[in-house]
């Protein structure tokens, strides 16, 4: 079946260091890639997202790349802030169905 | 653009109870989603609204869950006879179809904690 594997489950970062997190999908259909941040006891909002027709998409301290032909694609946060710290998840979906398969998580901690 | 809500925010019942919570989507979103997150895991899409047809059923959603949308706004889910493992966070978004090959971005809400007890 579809599945998302993110890695790793936990990164620790000093502040202002880089951080990279990394999803790997299954399903060679899928076309859309969103990553979302989420604090403890809210809900998991947008950072930014991507779709298949573009390799790299940049916005501010935030980018993502994506290798279509390894089905990979991954989260990179430059210049990290205490503020960064969270838990941040990785999702694919295809086609217009639009339900999310999400990985597990990667809860990164910034370390002034 | 006020987001998504979703009501209660924390639900603690006992197992047998029947419980019901409310999602009211962005407005004008003409899609509405259901997911469930268990502690340290990622959300698990339950099923989704297009207007007021649901258009799609996960496998995790038993005959116990059936959830609504009566007007293609808000949306409701109810679980019947709760079970310990019914305990977790159900998370609700919306998104906007802009065009039936265009995948939509989805914005989530709050989320209602479930404990069962």
Known sequence: GENVEQHPSTLSVQEGDSAVIKCTYSDSASNYFPWYKQELGKGPQLIIDIRSNVGE????????????TAKHFSLHITETQPEDSAVYFCADTKGSQGNLIFGKGTKLSVKP | DTGVSQDPRHKI?????NVTFRCDPI?????????????????????????????????????RFSAER????????????????????????????????????????????????
């Open chain 1, 57 to 68: 998409k940049k916005d501010q301290r935030i980018a993502v790349t994506l290798n279509k």
């Open chain 2, 70 to 117: 009566p007007k293609g706004s808000f949306s409701t889910l109810e679980i019947q006879r709760t079970e310990q493992g019914d305990s977790a966070m159900y998370l609700c978004a919306s998104s906007r179809l802009w065009a039936p090959t265009l995948t939509d971005t989805q914005y989530f809400g709050p989320g209602t904690r479930l404990t069962v007890l």
């Open chain 2, 13 to 17: 019942t006992k197992r047998g109870q």
């Open chain 2, 27 to 63: 407005s004008e979103h003409n899609r509405l989603y259901w997911y469930r997150q268990t502690l340290g895991q990622g959300p698990e899409f339950l099923t989704y609204f297009q207007n007021e047809a649901q258009l799609e059923k996960s496998r995790l959603l038993s005959d």
